[in-house]
C-alpha cells in the first residue's frame, strides 16, 4: 500500500507540474501588441529587480505598512515548499541527512503556525473577509494540514500513508485552486520585471530627500 501511494504522490506531482506548466505555455498564445515606442530602459535589470530588491517589504507599500503578515507570508511560504520537497523525497525513498531535519521541523513549525494566523486573520478582519472566497479558506486550510502532517511524520512515521493520501489530493488540487499561485508568482514576477524594466519604470530611480 505505502508503495503504491509512493508512486501515486509522484505521478500526481507531474501531472500537476504538467498541467501548470501548460497553463504558462499557453499564454505565449494570447498574442503581442506591437511595441512603437523606443525601450526606456533595461528589461534583465527590471527582472532582477523584480526577482531580487522588488521583494523586499521596503520596496512595497503593503507590506511595508503589514510587516508581521508579510513575515508570516514568508515562513509560510517556506513551510509549503520545504513540505513539498519532504514528501517528495519520501515518495523517491531518498533519506534526508540529520542535519535538514531539525531546520525542516523549525521551518515546518513555523509555517503551520503562521498558516494558522493567517487564516484567523482572514476570518477576523472584516473586509479581508468580505473579498475571501470559499477557495481562500479551503486552500489555507488544506496547506495548513498538509505542512502540520508533515511536521507530525518527523517524529511519527505512522501517519505516513495519510501524509501520503493527503499530498496527493494537495498536488492534483494546486492546478485548480489558488494554492497555484506558489507556482505562478515567479512567472508573474518576470513578466512584470520585464514590462516595466523596458518602460525605464523599474528599478525606481533613487529618491532625492
Known sequence: M???LQY???LSFLISLMILSIEVVKTFFFGHKKKFAEAGGSNKRGIIYALGRGMMPWEKESAKKHLPTY???????????F??????CLAL???LPPVLIFPG????????????VLLIKRMAVFYMRKISCPDDFASNIFVDLFI???LINTFWTD??????????FLFFYMPVGKIRHCFFFFYIRILFGFFYGRRGVLPPAPRIT
Open 2 to 4: 505505502k508503495t503504491v
Open 8 to 10: 501515486g504522490v509522484i
Open 71 to 81: 513575515t508570516a507570508g514568508i515562513f509560510y511560504h517556506l513551510g509549503i515548499f
Open 83 to 88: 513540505g513539498i520537497f519532504y514528501v517528495l
Open 93 to 95: 525513498s531518498v533519506n
Open 105 to 116: 521541523r523549525v521551518l515546518l513549525a513555523v509555517g503551520a503556525l503562521s498558516g494558522f
Open 148 to 150: 502540520l502532517t508533515a
Open 159 to 168: 501517519i505516513r500513508i495519510f501524509f501520503y493520501i493527503l499530498a496527493i
